[in-house]
Antibody
Framework: EVQLVQSGAEVKKPGESLKISCQGS????????IGWVRQMPGKGPEWMGI????????RYNPSFQGQVTLSADKSISTAFLQWSSLKASDTAMYYC????????????WGQGTLVTVSS | QSALTQPASVSASPGQSITISCIGT?????????VSWYQQHPGKAPKLMIY???KRPSGISNRFSASKSGNTASLTISGLQPEDEADYYC??????????FGTGTKVTVL
């Protein structure tokens, strides 16, 4: 059974750094892309970017390029989303999601990580 | 990348049918038959309902169907049931392993 398990909720102050995680299981982690999706309170999902853990090939939504960094550690089947300097506007639920082999859709989703940035 | 345009809300009585539109551009919806649709209940992660334009994953009711014409994709829910009340989002592949989501539609079962 494919599972994506995300790290727990975080409360941070503006300017702080953060790295959240998404551990995949039930499939060969290195052969499927993993995407990240932001959902701000009361809003729709926004595709942030996607990474191929096999070789760390990464694509970003231009709106998020330079604002976040995607990475992956094959040895622990885990993908990461990180910020170097959080803003209040980063407050949102963040989901990791795995496309199928055709890349046409996000077939499996993590449970979400709520990030709250407040002074 | 601009979000795909969906109606903010749609409502109907149980048993009726509804159709949700998803308007994109020639760079996303119009270029690829790779639109997917997601159902999201409050506090839950999105759930895949339709992939590759019109295919249903295993376990998804055949009351859910989808199609595409030009730059517009559509999701139809027939025989509306109370448990269908949720937010629905379309998503299109946009080339080079990039994606764009829709603005979302709140479906209310009256």
């Amino acid at each position: 059974e494919v599972q994506l398990v995300q790290s727990g909720a975080e409360v941070k102050k503006p300017g702080e750094s953060l790295k959240i995680s998404c551990q995949g299981s039930g499939y060969t982690f290195t052969t499927y892309w993993i995407g990240w999706v932001r959902q701000m309170p009361g809003k729709g999902p926004e595709w942030m970017g996607i990474i191929y853990p096999g070789d760390s090939d990464t694509r970003y939504n231009p709106s998020f390029q330079g604002q976040v960094t995607l990475s992956a550690d094959k040895s622990i089947s885990t993908a990461f989303l990180q910020w170097s300097s959080l803003k209040a506007s980063d407050t949102a639920m963040y989901y990791c999601a795995r496309p199928g082999s055709s890349l046409s859709s996000f077939d499996f989703w993590g449970q979400g990580t709520l990030v709250t940035v407040s002074s | 990348q601009s979000a795909l345009t969906q109606p903010a809300s749609v409502s109907a009585s149980p048993g009726q049918s509804i159709t949700i539109s998803c308007i994109g551009t020639s760079s996303d919806v119009g270029s690829y038959n790779l639109v997917s649709w997601y159902q999201q209940h409050p506090g839950k992660a999105p759930k895949l309902m339709i992939y590759e334009g019109s295919k249903r994953p295993s376990g998804i009711s055949n009351r859910f169907s989808a199609s595409k014409s030009g730059n517009t994709a559509s999701l139809t829910i027939s025989g509306l049931q109370p448990e269908d009340e949720a937010d629905y989002y379309c998503c299109s592949y946009a080339g080079s392993n990039t994606y764009v989501f829709g603005t979302g539609t709140k479906v209310t079962v009256l």
